[in-house]
Protein backbone atom coordinates (compact mmCIF):
# COMPACT_ATOMS: atom_id res chain seq x y z
CA UNK A 1 0.00 0.00 0.00
CA UNK A 2 2.58 2.72 0.67
CA UNK A 3 4.64 2.00 -2.74
CA UNK A 4 1.16 2.49 -4.32
CA UNK A 5 0.54 5.69 -2.96
CA UNK A 6 4.59 6.26 -3.33
CA UNK A 7 3.52 5.55 -6.55
CA UNK A 8 1.01 7.61 -7.12
CA UNK A 9 2.02 10.86 -5.18
CA UNK A 10 4.54 10.34 -7.78
CA UNK A 11 2.21 10.13 -10.80
CA UNK A 12 0.28 13.53 -9.30
CA UNK A 13 3.57 15.02 -9.24
CA UNK A 14 4.52 14.47 -12.70
CA UNK A 15 0.81 15.77 -13.67
CA UNK A 16 1.56 19.00 -11.70
CA UNK A 17 4.69 19.68 -13.63
CA UNK A 18 3.53 19.02 -16.91
CA UNK A 19 0.50 21.30 -16.24
CA UNK A 20 2.41 23.58 -14.73
CA UNK A 21 4.62 23.12 -18.03
CA UNK A 22 1.82 23.63 -20.11
CA UNK A 23 0.45 26.52 -18.60
CA UNK A 24 3.28 28.36 -18.38
CA UNK A 25 3.84 27.93 -22.66
CA UNK A 26 0.12 29.46 -23.09
CA UNK A 27 0.84 32.08 -20.84
CA UNK A 28 4.14 32.46 -22.92
CA UNK A 29 2.22 32.42 -26.37
CA UNK A 30 -0.84 34.95 -25.26
CA UNK A 31 2.03 37.49 -24.40
CA UNK A 32 3.55 36.52 -27.67
CA UNK A 33 0.42 37.00 -29.44
CA UNK A 34 -0.36 40.44 -27.26
CA UNK A 35 2.56 41.70 -28.84
CA UNK A 36 2.10 40.92 -32.78
CA UNK A 37 1.67 44.06 -34.63
CA UNK A 38 -1.58 45.09 -36.07
CA UNK A 39 -0.81 46.68 -39.01
CA UNK A 40 2.92 45.57 -39.33
CA UNK A 41 4.41 47.95 -41.68
CA UNK A 42 7.95 50.01 -41.90
CA UNK A 43 7.20 53.41 -42.45
CA UNK A 44 10.01 53.73 -44.86
CA UNK A 45 7.59 51.66 -47.28
CA UNK A 46 4.69 54.02 -47.62
CA UNK A 47 4.25 56.62 -50.38
CA UNK A 48 0.61 57.19 -50.51
CA UNK A 49 -2.27 57.38 -47.48
CA UNK A 50 -6.00 57.67 -48.35
CA UNK A 51 -8.14 58.57 -45.07
CA UNK A 52 -12.10 58.57 -45.52
CA UNK A 53 -14.74 59.61 -43.20
CA UNK A 54 -17.30 58.35 -45.06
CA UNK A 55 -18.10 62.01 -46.52
CA UNK A 56 -15.07 63.31 -47.97
CA UNK A 57 -11.64 61.93 -48.06
CA UNK A 58 -8.17 63.23 -48.91
CA UNK A 59 -4.94 61.36 -50.49
CA UNK A 60 -1.35 62.42 -48.61
CA UNK A 61 1.16 61.37 -51.48
CA UNK A 62 5.07 61.56 -51.38
CA UNK A 63 6.56 63.12 -54.20
CA UNK A 64 11.15 62.28 -53.51
CA UNK A 65 11.65 63.62 -50.13
CA UNK A 66 8.31 65.95 -49.76
CA UNK A 67 4.33 64.47 -48.63
CA UNK A 68 2.00 66.56 -50.96
CA UNK A 69 -1.46 67.11 -51.19
CA UNK A 70 -2.02 66.43 -54.81
CA UNK A 71 -5.77 67.61 -54.32
CA UNK A 72 -4.66 71.05 -52.77
CA UNK A 73 -2.13 72.53 -54.93
CA UNK A 74 0.26 70.19 -54.52
CA UNK A 75 1.02 71.65 -50.83
CA UNK A 76 3.45 70.59 -48.44
CA UNK A 77 2.01 68.07 -45.44
CA UNK A 78 2.77 68.87 -41.87
CA UNK A 79 6.21 66.60 -42.20
CA UNK A 80 5.58 66.26 -38.04
CA UNK A 81 2.33 65.22 -37.65
CA UNK A 82 2.07 62.88 -40.75
CA UNK A 83 5.63 61.53 -38.85
CA UNK A 84 3.91 61.41 -35.26
CA UNK A 85 0.41 59.23 -36.99
CA UNK A 86 3.28 56.41 -38.90
CA UNK A 87 4.81 56.21 -35.83
CA UNK A 88 1.58 55.81 -33.74
CA UNK A 89 0.24 53.22 -36.43
CA UNK A 90 3.67 51.21 -36.91
CA UNK A 91 3.83 50.86 -33.24
CA UNK A 92 -0.09 49.69 -32.54
CA UNK A 93 -0.23 45.86 -30.89
CA UNK A 94 -3.47 43.62 -31.79
CA UNK A 95 -4.04 42.48 -28.14
CA UNK A 96 -7.57 40.35 -27.68
CA UNK A 97 -9.99 40.98 -30.31
CA UNK A 98 -13.42 42.63 -28.10
CA UNK A 99 -15.67 41.33 -30.85
CA UNK A 100 -15.46 38.82 -34.82
CA UNK A 101 -19.25 39.19 -35.84
CA UNK A 102 -20.94 41.08 -38.78
CA UNK A 103 -22.94 42.57 -35.39
CA UNK A 104 -20.16 43.57 -33.56
CA UNK A 105 -18.44 45.48 -37.14
CA UNK A 106 -22.10 47.41 -37.42
CA UNK A 107 -21.96 48.06 -33.39
CA UNK A 108 -18.26 49.41 -33.08
CA UNK A 109 -19.13 51.09 -36.83
CA UNK A 110 -16.05 49.24 -38.46
CA UNK A 111 -18.12 48.21 -41.39
CA UNK A 112 -17.43 48.85 -44.93
CA UNK A 113 -20.67 51.06 -44.83
CA UNK A 114 -20.12 52.18 -41.56
CA UNK A 115 -16.91 53.81 -40.29
CA UNK A 116 -15.78 56.61 -38.87
CA UNK A 117 -12.42 56.40 -40.29
CA UNK A 118 -10.97 54.14 -43.29
CA UNK A 119 -7.37 53.90 -43.43
CA UNK A 120 -5.55 52.86 -46.64
CA UNK A 121 -1.02 52.75 -46.82
CA UNK A 122 0.17 52.38 -50.37
CA UNK A 123 3.50 51.32 -51.44
CA UNK A 124 2.98 52.49 -55.08
CA UNK A 125 0.49 50.76 -56.44
CA UNK A 126 0.33 48.31 -53.50
CA UNK A 127 -1.39 47.98 -50.46
CA UNK A 128 0.50 47.90 -47.27
CA UNK A 129 -2.56 48.26 -44.97
CA UNK A 130 -5.89 48.81 -44.33
CA UNK A 131 -7.96 49.74 -41.23
CA UNK A 132 -11.49 50.24 -40.20
CA UNK A 133 -11.66 53.49 -36.88
CA UNK A 134 -14.90 53.17 -35.62
CA UNK A 135 -16.32 54.51 -31.83
CA UNK A 136 -14.55 54.52 -28.75
CA UNK A 137 -14.51 52.33 -25.71
CA UNK A 138 -12.58 54.98 -23.53
CA UNK A 139 -10.12 57.48 -22.80
CA UNK A 140 -7.35 57.89 -25.91
CA UNK A 141 -8.84 54.17 -27.29
CA UNK A 142 -10.84 53.10 -30.21
CA UNK A 143 -12.10 50.46 -31.98
CA UNK A 144 -10.72 49.34 -35.08
CA UNK A 145 -10.63 46.15 -37.96
CA UNK A 146 -8.09 45.02 -40.37
CA UNK A 147 -9.74 45.18 -44.15
CA UNK A 148 -10.80 42.00 -45.42
CA UNK A 149 -10.77 40.45 -41.65
CA UNK A 150 -13.21 39.91 -39.10
CA UNK A 151 -11.57 40.58 -35.75
CA UNK A 152 -12.32 43.78 -33.77
CA UNK A 153 -9.78 45.60 -31.54
CA UNK A 154 -9.20 47.95 -29.23
CA UNK A 155 -6.13 50.16 -29.76
CA UNK A 156 -4.70 53.57 -28.29
CA UNK A 157 -5.70 55.98 -30.67
CA UNK A 158 -8.27 58.80 -31.94
CA UNK A 159 -10.31 59.57 -34.76
CA UNK A 160 -9.10 63.35 -34.81
CA UNK A 161 -5.91 62.09 -35.39
CA UNK A 162 -6.80 60.81 -39.01
CA UNK A 163 -8.79 63.80 -40.69
CA UNK A 164 -10.08 63.30 -43.39
CA UNK A 165 -9.56 66.93 -44.62
CA UNK A 166 -6.74 68.26 -46.92
CA UNK A 167 -6.30 71.64 -44.78
CA UNK A 168 -5.91 69.69 -41.52
CA UNK A 169 -2.70 67.81 -42.76
CA UNK A 170 -1.49 71.80 -44.20
CA UNK A 171 1.98 72.58 -43.35
CA UNK A 172 0.29 75.60 -41.79
CA UNK A 173 4.01 77.71 -41.73
CA UNK A 174 4.30 77.23 -45.80
CA UNK A 175 4.28 81.02 -45.99
CA UNK A 176 6.66 81.75 -43.52
CA UNK A 177 9.39 84.23 -44.25
CA UNK A 178 12.08 82.45 -42.39
CA UNK A 179 14.93 84.99 -41.01
CA UNK A 180 13.68 88.12 -41.89
CA UNK A 181 16.47 90.46 -43.54
CA UNK A 182 14.08 93.52 -44.83
CA UNK A 183 10.76 94.39 -45.20
CA UNK A 184 9.28 97.08 -47.53
CA UNK A 185 5.78 98.28 -46.29
CA UNK A 186 3.35 101.33 -47.56
CA UNK A 187 5.45 103.81 -45.76
CA UNK A 188 8.65 102.24 -44.64
CA UNK A 189 11.04 100.10 -45.67
CA UNK A 190 13.75 98.38 -43.39
CA UNK A 191 16.83 96.49 -43.54
CA UNK A 192 18.43 94.19 -41.37
CA UNK A 193 22.49 94.04 -41.11
CA UNK A 194 25.42 92.87 -38.72
CA UNK A 195 24.11 96.04 -35.83
CA UNK A 196 20.43 95.42 -36.46
CA UNK A 197 17.84 96.61 -37.42
CA UNK A 198 17.76 100.32 -39.65
CA UNK A 199 15.55 102.37 -41.46
CA UNK A 200 16.40 102.59 -45.39
CA UNK A 201 16.94 105.84 -46.33
CA UNK A 202 14.60 106.03 -49.13
CA UNK A 203 12.24 108.50 -50.50
CA UNK A 204 10.65 110.04 -48.69
CA UNK A 205 13.10 109.66 -46.32
CA UNK A 206 16.14 111.95 -47.84
CA UNK A 207 19.51 111.11 -46.58
CA UNK A 208 19.95 111.53 -43.03
CA UNK A 209 16.62 112.25 -42.63
CA UNK A 210 15.12 109.11 -40.91
CA UNK A 211 14.11 108.81 -37.76
CA UNK A 212 15.55 106.28 -34.17
CA UNK A 213 14.10 103.69 -34.98
CA UNK A 214 11.87 101.37 -32.58
CA UNK A 215 14.14 98.40 -32.54
CA UNK A 216 11.63 96.25 -30.73
CA UNK A 217 8.63 97.24 -33.02
CA UNK A 218 10.96 96.30 -35.98
CA UNK A 219 12.05 92.63 -34.30
CA UNK A 220 7.93 91.95 -33.63
CA UNK A 221 7.80 92.48 -37.17
CA UNK A 222 10.10 90.88 -38.37
CA UNK A 223 8.76 87.87 -35.77
CA UNK A 224 5.53 88.04 -37.54
CA UNK A 225 6.72 87.57 -41.17
CA UNK A 226 9.01 84.41 -40.06
CA UNK A 227 6.56 82.61 -38.23
CA UNK A 228 3.34 83.45 -39.96
CA UNK A 229 0.98 80.46 -39.87
CA UNK A 230 -1.97 80.13 -42.51
CA UNK A 231 -5.06 77.80 -41.39
CA UNK A 232 -6.53 76.88 -44.86
CA UNK A 233 -6.37 77.82 -48.33
CA UNK A 234 -9.02 80.13 -50.09
CA UNK A 235 -10.56 79.40 -53.24
CA UNK A 236 -12.29 82.41 -53.93
CA UNK A 237 -10.56 86.34 -53.82
CA UNK A 238 -12.74 88.14 -51.39
CA UNK A 239 -13.21 91.63 -52.18
CA UNK A 240 -11.22 93.77 -50.27
CA UNK A 241 -7.70 95.91 -50.28
CA UNK A 242 -4.52 94.64 -50.38
CA UNK A 243 -1.82 96.04 -48.33
CA UNK A 244 1.26 94.89 -49.93
CA UNK A 245 4.78 93.90 -48.47
CA UNK A 246 7.89 93.14 -49.35
CA UNK A 247 9.53 90.56 -47.36
CA UNK A 248 13.55 88.94 -47.79
CA UNK A 249 14.21 85.97 -45.62
CA UNK A 250 16.68 82.98 -45.99
CA UNK A 251 13.69 81.10 -47.53
CA UNK A 252 13.77 83.80 -50.38
CA UNK A 253 12.11 87.16 -51.55
CA UNK A 254 8.32 87.46 -52.07
CA UNK A 255 5.66 90.24 -52.11
CA UNK A 256 2.67 89.44 -49.65
CA UNK A 257 -0.56 90.25 -49.66
CA UNK A 258 -3.16 90.99 -47.01
CA UNK A 259 -6.45 91.27 -46.87
CA UNK A 260 -9.27 92.09 -44.61
CA UNK A 261 -13.05 91.35 -45.88
CA UNK A 262 -15.63 91.88 -42.92
CA UNK A 263 -14.22 89.79 -39.78
CA UNK A 264 -11.77 87.55 -41.94
CA UNK A 265 -8.28 87.70 -42.70
CA UNK A 266 -6.50 86.32 -45.77
CA UNK A 267 -2.75 86.37 -47.17
CA UNK A 268 -0.96 85.31 -50.51
CA UNK A 269 2.01 85.49 -51.51
CA UNK A 270 3.81 85.88 -54.64
CA UNK A 271 4.77 82.71 -55.87
CA UNK A 272 1.82 81.16 -54.63
CA UNK A 273 -1.46 81.14 -56.85
CA UNK A 274 -3.99 81.31 -54.14
CA UNK A 275 -4.96 83.00 -50.81
CA UNK A 276 -5.21 81.68 -47.36
CA UNK A 277 -6.98 82.19 -44.55
CA UNK A 278 -5.08 83.79 -41.20
CA UNK A 279 -5.96 84.67 -37.89
CA UNK A 280 -6.97 88.23 -37.10
CA UNK A 281 -3.98 88.14 -34.66
CA UNK A 282 -1.39 87.54 -37.22
CA UNK A 283 -2.80 89.82 -39.32
CA UNK A 284 -2.84 92.87 -37.25
CA UNK A 285 0.28 91.97 -35.44
CA UNK A 286 1.64 92.91 -39.20
CA UNK A 287 -0.87 94.93 -40.95
CA UNK A 288 -0.97 98.03 -38.08
CA UNK A 289 2.77 98.44 -38.10
CA UNK A 290 3.75 101.31 -40.14
CA UNK A 291 6.29 104.05 -39.92
CA UNK A 292 4.15 105.85 -36.74
CA UNK A 293 4.44 102.89 -35.30
CA UNK A 294 8.47 102.25 -35.90
CA UNK A 295 9.69 105.61 -35.62
CA UNK A 296 10.87 106.78 -32.31
CA UNK A 297 10.77 110.58 -32.77
CA UNK A 298 7.53 110.53 -34.00
CA UNK A 299 6.01 108.30 -30.93
CA UNK A 300 7.63 111.32 -28.73
CA UNK A 301 6.21 113.94 -30.96
CA UNK A 302 2.51 112.85 -30.65
CA UNK A 303 3.59 112.12 -26.96
CA UNK A 304 4.48 115.37 -26.52
CA UNK A 305 1.70 117.07 -28.41
CA UNK A 306 -1.22 115.27 -26.46
CA UNK A 307 0.76 116.30 -23.23
CA UNK A 308 0.71 120.11 -24.73
CA UNK A 309 -3.13 119.72 -25.28
CA UNK A 310 -3.88 118.58 -22.14
CA UNK A 311 -1.90 121.44 -19.88
CA UNK A 312 -3.86 123.98 -22.70
CA UNK A 313 -7.21 122.61 -21.85
CA UNK A 314 -6.57 122.58 -18.27
Given at each position: ???????????????????????????????????????????????????????????????????????????????????????????????????????????????EDNFQRHLRLYQGEAAVASLYVGT?PGFRKVHVRRGQEDAIFAVELNSY??????????????????????????????????????????????????????????????????????????????????????????????????????????????????????????????????????????????????????????
Amino acid sequence: MTKLQSRLGGLLVLQLVLAAGLFWNSQQQQQHDLQQPLLGFEKSQVDRIEISDGDAAVTLRKAGDQWQLPDLHQLPIDDNKLDDILTKLAALNSGWPVATTASGRERFEVAEDNFQRHLRLYQGEAAVASLYVGTSPGFRKVHVRRGQEDAIFAVELNSYELPAAGSDWLDKTLLGAGAVTSIKGPDYALNKTDSGWTFVETAPLAAGDAPKLNIEKAEQLAAAMADLKVQAVVEAEPAGDAIALEVTGNNGNWTYRFIQADDNYYVGRSDKDMLFSISKIDYENITTVGMPQLALETQSTEGEADADDTASSS
